[in-house]
């Protein structure tokens, strides 16, 4: 598959074009042929100029950024779901356990097992990317790819946000 990599970090000019491996989902993983990708000055701005602390965290070159995205599934490892192939999906680049009290208290961003697709493993500026099936939400035909993936990459953040905040029937937010 075609995939924009770095093998060391850098400016823009680290960014190029390669051929790697074509992706096979592991157990409860599907595989997402990328439509659309959010750029993020975090995960893949800093990550691409080694700033820390996620370019600690990369596992190695090459590296393929690239978080929040969204596109069609078009495989499923072992145990996820054949009914989603052909989906369209967007999909969250947060990794956790799902299991902790952090993640039982929808605060991921605590688990201790926190992880970001595009950082602490290949990410989805590429042709597929893999991800656990507990990542994609399914998209509507009306909702556009560039949309879904804005969403899964701010929606997450103004959750826990309003979360925080206790937000809920009849508060008032100022936006």
Known sequence: ???LVIEEFGGPEVIHLAELA??????G?????????????TKDIATR?????????????????????????????PGADPALIGRRVAVSAVLSCGNCRACQDRREEACSSFGLI?????GSYAHSCVA??????????DVPFAQAAALAGNGPVARAQLDA???GRGSNVLV
């Open 132 to 141: 656990p099936q507990s990542n994609v939400s399914l998209l509507p035909d």
């Open 118 to 122: 595009g950082v602490h493993r290949q």
């Open 22 to 27: 074509d992706l096979e989902p592991a157990p």
């Open 1 to 3: 598959m075609k995939a």
């Open 165 to 167: 905040g206790h937000v």
């Open 49 to 77: 100029a080694g700033r820390p602390p996620f370019a600690e965290q990369v596992p190695g070159f090459p590296h393929v950024l690239g978080s929040e995205h969204a596109g069609v599934v078009d495989a499923v490892g």
């Open 29 to 41: 993983e599907v595989r997402v042929r990328v439509s659309t990708v959010v750029v993020g000055r």
